[in-house]
């Protein structure tokens, strides 16, 4: 009889010991669910802020608006008109950099660049841009590329993408013609 007795105990034992590794098993499953949707959380913020970034940064770009002027023969400077498409963030004149190369010279210069308004008159390059402002831009080219050579001119702003500007001059370029 008494084995009986101690049988009845030993089942009870394992169900006890089955109740307590499905209350482990839950526990743990709780806690790996509980870091699951920690980490979907944080993946979702990141790439909500990469997303924001990339919007940011692609509603920044300045735009060439209208033609590109050369004033000489060996061209000294380069004039266009820039804006800021409606719905784009506001740029500071400053803040925008300015590199022009050559086949005068292989190697990349910051240029020297002068701004205007509408009316031609001089504009500060502590001006802010925004969405709608148009402003013509003089660059110095140096050195001074002739005609038959090529230039460009790489628009780098604080924010946004750069805007490049790539040319050749036919041989036969003359003073102030439309590149």
Do not use: H, W
């Amino acid at each position: 009889m008494r084995e009986m007795f101690k049988m009845k105990k030993d089942y009870a034992f394992s169900g006890l010991e089955a109740a307590i590794v499905l209350i482990a098993f839950v526990v743990v499953a709780a806690v790996f669910s509980y870091v699951m949707l920690g980490a979907g959380f944080f993946a979702t913020q990141k790439s909500q802020e990469v997303t924001y970034s990339g919007v940011k940064q692609s509603t920044s770009n300045l735009v060439i608006d209208g033609q590109v002027y050369g004033s000489t023969a060996p061209i000294q400077y380069i004039t266009f008109s820039i804006s800021i498409p409606e719905g784009s963030q506001p740029q500071s004149l400053e803040t925008i950099e300015f590199v022009t190369t050559s086949t005068a010279s292989a190697e990349p210069n910051e240029a020297t660049v002068d701004f205007f308004d509408y009316e031609g008159d001089p504009v500060a390059a502590s001006t802010i841009m925004r969405p709608g402002d148009k402003y013509t831009v003089r660059v110095t080219m140096d050195p001074r590329p002739a005609a038959g050579e090529s230039f460009t001119i790489e628009m780098k702003p604080k924010i946004g993408a750069a805007t490049l500007i790539s040319k050749t001059l036919s041989t036969g370029y003359e003073k102030g013609v439309i590149i």
